[in-house]
């Protein structure tokens, strides 16, 4: 079983940055893809990046450019570092785990449904 911790969220004002992290309690972390969704009040939970095995990465287009994944493998740990954040950034991000082995190294899954492990998530505000 896969466990993820994020942290790291807060509230912000807009134009601020903030850095998620996400920590799995697992050994075989370099074995797995690893994403970031998000989900806005009353809205479906989205996707925002994802980083395969190989750090290969994925972007949905409305962060795309401002908030780049990354994974310190040594750390068991993923960041999404979020730059000049907008009021519709505000949403609880999740972190989450692929299957072990279950893609080529350099595919990011995107979908919910690719997923297997999540994390309970972590609060981001940002205010205008």
């Known amino acids: 079983q896969v466990q993820l911790v994020e942290s790291g969220g807060g509230l912000v004002q807009a134009g601020d940055s903030l850095r998620l992290s996400c920590a799995a309690s697992?050994?075989?972390?370099?074995?797995?893809?690893m994403g970031w969704f998000r989900q806005a009040d009353g809205k479906e939970r989205e996707f925002v990046s994802a980083?395969?095995?190989?750090?290969?990465?994925y972007y949905a287009d409305s962060v795309k450019d401002r908030f780049p994944i990354s994974r310190d493998n040594a750390k068991n740990t993923v960041y999404l570092q979020m730059n000049s954040l907008k009021p519709e950034d505000t949403a609880v991000y999740y972190c989450?785990?692929?299957?072990?082995?279950?893609?080529?190294?350099?595919?990011?899954?995107?979908?919910?449904?690719?997923?297997?492990?999540w994390g309970q998530g972590t609060q981001v505000t940002v205010s205008s």
């Open positions: 989450a785990a692929d299957r072990e082995s279950a893609y080529s190294t350099g595919y990011y899954p995107r979908s919910i449904d690719e997923y297997e492990f």
């Open positions: 697992v050994r075989t972390f370099s074995r797995h893809a």
């Open positions: 980083i395969s095995l190989t750090g290969n990465t």
